[in-house]
């Protein structure tokens, strides 16, 4: 007799540790809510992570997992999955696991487009290590290893990714749980390595620092919910929208001119490479930058 699994039956008895207000708590109930509706087997499902925060993630969920090393997490989630192609494996990393001493690991995991699904918990700061500044951290980010402000510029995971030519690209962020949701449900679907980058707030080390695009009163004006072959339209009535021209990205009235606002095609290779170009002029999300 099959059993209908529920978002409960994903959850493990382990007791959840991390900071009271953590945007981890809503990535992991969006994630279960996720394979809940998909009925994903969790005899079938494993969750492989490196370390930092984020990485505690596989003992919250009752199915198979590992807390592996230091950056390695793609490696090891690559032979896991060369060799057992039947399972659904997912790997968990934050800012600092894949973007510094695991960056060479997350590039080729990403290259080599084996079936893996990639979540990077992005909060540009190591939250388990005591507010370091991180490979995303903003140029000037005051913290213990850069007391007078960082002076370097941040990677974009991303652009990154793009460069690496990841075959599925997405971004969303922990105040949006049903965006969530359909971004790790086209991941899971997508047939080849899938990014997710989540903007995830720490509260105790980085605490706001995506609040200019992920609070209510922002969101309208700064977040684009980007659906491949739609409008690229924003602001709290869809009264503004985006224009590709001369290479550029520009905000114009979808009001006064609804027939020049861009059309966002997941396919075409050089308008998504423009529209990269812009991503850190709105907090632009969507289920799929490239499916190639």
Request: glycine share 6%.
């Given at each position: 007799m099959s059993i209908t699994l529920t978002k409960k039956d994903y959850a493990s008895d382990n007791e959840v540790r991390w900071c009271p207000g953590c945007g981890d708590y809503a990535i992991?109930?969006?994630?279960?809510?996720?394979?809940a509706d998909l009925q994903a087997p969790r005899e079938k499902t494993v969750f492989i992570s490196g370390i930092g925060c984020s990485s505690r993630f596989p003992y919250y969920m009752n199915t198979y997992g590992f807390h592996t090393i230091h950056g390695r997490a793609p490696a090891i989630a690559t032979g896991l999955k060369l060799t057992r192609s039947d399972l659904d494996v997912w790997v968990i990393t934050g800012d600092g696991d894949a973007l510094s001493i695991g960056g060479n690991h997350f590039i080729h995991?990403?290259?080599?487009?084996?079936?893996?699904k990639i979540v990077l918990f992005n909060n540009q700061i190591y939250g388990l290590t005591k507010g370091q500044y991180s490979p995303t951290s903003r140029k000037g980010t005051k913290s213990k290893t850069t007391p007078e402000g960082s002076i370097d510029e941040p990677f974009s995971p991303v652009r990154l990714a793009f460069g690496a030519e990841a075959t599925f690209i997405a971004r969303t962020f922990?105040?949006?749980?049903?965006?969530?949701?359909?971004?790790?449900?086209?991941a899971y679907e997508h047939k080849g390595t899938a990014f997710i980058e989540v903007l995830q707030n720490c509260v105790i080390f980085n605490d706001g620092v995506?609040?200019?695009?992920?609070?209510?009163?922002f969101r309208m004006e700064r977040a684009i919910y980007v659906e491949n072959n739609k409008k690229l339209l924003f602001g709290k009535d869809h009264e503004k929208g985006l224009k590709l021209e001369n290479h550029d990205?520009?905000?114009?009235?979808?009001?006064?001119?609804?027939?020049?606002v861009s059309i966002f095609d997941e396919t075409n290779e050089n308008f998504i490479i423009e529209f990269i170009k812009n991503e850190f002029n709105h907090a632009i999300t969507c289920p799929s930058w490239r499916t190639l």
């Amino acid at each position: 007799m099959s059993i209908t699994l529920t978002k409960k039956d994903y959850a493990s008895d382990n007791e959840v540790r991390w900071c009271p207000g953590c945007g981890d708590y809503a990535i992991l109930n969006a994630i279960q809510k996720t394979l809940a509706d998909l009925q994903a087997p969790r005899e079938k499902t494993v969750f492989i992570s490196g370390i930092g925060c984020s990485s505690r993630f596989p003992y919250y969920m009752n199915t198979y997992g590992f807390h592996t090393i230091h950056g390695r997490a793609p490696a090891i989630a690559t032979g896991l999955k060369l060799t057992r192609s039947d399972l659904d494996v997912w790997v968990i990393t934050g800012d600092g696991d894949a973007l510094s001493i695991g960056g060479n690991h997350f590039i080729h995991a990403l290259r080599r487009n084996v079936n893996l699904k990639i979540v990077l918990f992005n909060n540009q700061i190591y939250g388990l290590t005591k507010g370091q500044y991180s490979p995303t951290s903003r140029k000037g980010t005051k913290s213990k290893t850069t007391p007078e402000g960082s002076i370097d510029e941040p990677f974009s995971p991303v652009r990154l990714a793009f460069g690496a030519e990841a075959t599925f690209i997405a971004r969303t962020f922990d105040k949006d749980i049903p965006h969530m949701e359909k971004v790790f449900k086209a991941a899971y679907e997508h047939k080849g390595t899938a990014f997710i980058e989540v903007l995830q707030n720490c509260v105790i080390f980085n605490d706001g620092v995506y609040n200019e695009i992920t609070e209510k009163q922002f969101r309208m004006e700064r977040a684009i919910y980007v659906e491949n072959n739609k409008k690229l339209l924003f602001g709290k009535d869809h009264e503004k929208g985006l224009k590709l021209e001369n290479h550029d990205l520009k905000v114009i009235s979808a009001v006064d001119y609804p027939d020049e606002v861009s059309i966002f095609d997941e396919t075409n290779e050089n308008f998504i490479i423009e529209f990269i170009k812009n991503e850190f002029n709105h907090a632009i999300t969507c289920p799929s930058w490239r499916t190639l």
